[in-house]
T-cell receptor
């Protein structure tokens, strides 16, 4: 059983640029959630994807967008990068059950630095 | 809205001793789950333990156990026989039936002294 993987590990961008982060979910999981973790803080929910559709969104502007593919992998896209977007971006996969979502398992994260 | 509070920014424990990390939460839901995640310097968030709110019995995973007080909305983590590898950030998280995302506290940094 393979765990959640993310790429790249680190990324440096300049203000105004666009970035794409990638996540492969754990085998058997059908739901992907993305979180932003600023330094010294707990993760904040960005959005979640289930069956290739957005299934919930946190308090993030529209320049944060995502995709989920038929193999349940996912992308997080951020346009017009701002300095405050510098953070660790975590992807978590889970299995959507009838009573709700099962435990979320996290990838190692992508560290994004915006200069 | 649901909130999770971890009131101890940092804790320290001697190797082989026991330490308890505190977490309180606020919710109006009756059905929910609570989690403790560990984040070592490698950054990967690792599940430590999970508690279903409808279960009265406290969850246990080897050296890790919780004290779940539903009426008080308290969910503390006890680590017994602490090991150097337990040093990490520990996050308490809430998941309710009305939303699909986890709500995290700000974390507690645990140091283990040899």
């Amino acid at each position: 059983e393979t765990g959640v993987t993310q790429s790249p590990t680190h990324l440096i961008k300049t203000r105004g640029q666009q970035v794409t982060l990638r996540c492969s979910s754990q085998s058997g999981h059908n739901t992907v959630s993305w979180y932003q973790q600023a330094l010294g803080q707990g993760p904040q929910f960005i959005f979640q994807y289930y069956r290739e559709e957005e299934n919930g969104r946190g308090n993030f502007p529209p320049r944060f967008s995502g995709l989920q593919f038929p193999n349940y992998s996912s992308e997080l896209n951020v346009n017009a990068l701002e300095l405050d977007d510098s953070a660790l971006y975590l992807c978590a996969s889970s299995l959507f059950l009838a009573g709700g979502i099962d435990t979320q398992y996290f990838g190692p994260g992508t560290r994004l630095t915006v200069l | 809205a649901q909130t999770v509070t971890q009131s101890q920014p940092e804790m320290s424990v001697q190797e082989a001793e026991t330490v308890t990390l505190s977490c309180t939460y606020d919710t109006s839901e009756s059905d929910y789950y609570l989690f403790w995640y560990k984040q070592p310097p490698s950054r990967q968030m690792i599940l430590v333990i999970r508690q279903e709110a409808y279960k009265q019995q406290n969850a246990t995973e080897n050296r890790f156990s919780v004290n779940f007080q539903k009426a008080a909305k308290s969910f503390s983590l006890k680590i017994s026989d602490s090991q150097l590898g337990d040093a990490a950030m520990y996050f308490c998280a809430y998941w309710g039936g009305s939303q699909g995302n986890l709500i995290f506290g700000k974390g507690t940094k645990l140091s283990v002294k040899p």
